[in-house]
């Protein structure tokens, strides 16, 4: 006998339990939730899903997530074209857009060089980028990639591949968490921190 | 500008977060998961979703969720059809199957009486219970709902819904659980652990 008394629930289950932190258990309650509530929900639910994987793109230029083919900051003639910060994934461009302290253009890598994973360079948009700064103009690179091994190893890269950029080619600082106390930093990062200080007259 | 760059993203994302237990944040983690894998993916999850919401049914003699009009309890022949064990939900169905410690036949009330809520004995299944005491033979009912104070307030009102009933009412031991130590077991059921108590040759 399978698990269940039904085998669609048994099939929702083991779809919803094929999602990343979805175990079995909240498998189960999502689908009786769904079960409990009026069929309408699971249609908004389905159609918006099948929706976004059907119709979404990447921009053409920064391959963020995007409806059309320039995303909308890629259009937005109030951005700062001068310019261009390099992440990693498109949650990297909502978080730096929350704290409303960058106002250029992005260019999402897909990922970081990780050799483990089995992601090279050729599998990241850095062909894109080298060809986009030689057409677009950029003051000023910021690299934003993760504090990691496989985000330094990119950062690296990337920089070597732009040795021919006239501009300011920048990383974001590492350090301490602001409202952080010293003694519960981690030693590298408070390393890091003292390594990168800052003269107190630019505070 | 909305929040993401997409506005099929924005759907999904609200969509998701409609689940119980599904926060924004994991919300856009499962919509840029679905969005990473093929498409086939997505199609699979919803039409399970889809299927699970418009084919199941309820077995019309128990409740419990069923593909057809027999659950496969039901319908089992090798089932006790003279013990009923009466529970507040499907799930109480499944926890009790994988004990293996009961072969008999279920009723689920479809919850438990709880006048906060709004949920008054008229909205579970507790007239078919009755009526179903008076149309099929057992020797035992088994009340096994929650050990809360609204699964007591409906094991009592089942109770007084049975008193006609010829056979043996019982309902499932409360105590402390198994592989539990005394001092760290809340001092209510340990009480009740203590009450009802068990001559040690029945162990």
New interface residues.
């Given amino acids: 006998?399978?698990?269940?008394?039904?085998?669609?629930?048994e099939?929702?289950v083991?779809?919803?339990a094929?999602?990343?932190?979805?175990g079995r258990k909240?498998a189960?309650?999502?689908?009786?939730?769904?079960?409990g509530e009026e069929?309408a929900?699971?249609?908004?639910?389905?159609n918006?899903?099948?929706?976004?994987?059907?119709?979404?793109l990447l921009?053409e230029r920064c391959h963020?997530?995007?409806?059309s083919k320039r995303?909308?900051?890629c259009s937005?003639p109030r951005r700062d074209e001068n310019m261009l910060c390099v992440v990693a994934d498109?949650?990297d461009?909502?978080a730096i857009e929350r704290t409303s302290s960058f106002n250029g253009l992005y260019h999402v890598l897909g990922g970081v060089i990780d050799p483990i994973e089995g992601v090279s360079p050729n599998d990241l948009y850095i062909h894109t980028l080298v060809e986009r700064i030689k057409k677009e103009h950029f003051n000023e690179i910021i690299l934003a990639l993760p504090a990691t091994i496989e985000g330094d190893t990119t950062n690296f890269y990337i920089f070597r591949q732009l040795r021919h950029f006239g501009g300011k080619i920048s990383t974001i600082s590492k350090g301490i968490a602001v409202g952080d106390t010293l003694e519960y930093a981690d030693e590298i990062t408070l390393g890091r921190s003292i390594m990168n200080r800052i003269p107190f007259d630019k505070h």
């Fill in positions: 006998m399978a698990e269940y008394s039904s085998v669609f629930l099939n929702a083991n779809e919803l094929r999602l990343p932190g979805i909240t189960l309650r999502l689908a009786l939730h769904l079960l069929r929900q699971t249609e908004s639910l389905t918006a899903l099948l929706q976004m994987r059907n119709q979404i921009c963020n997530i995007s409806d995303c909308s900051i937005n498109m949650r461009v909502l």
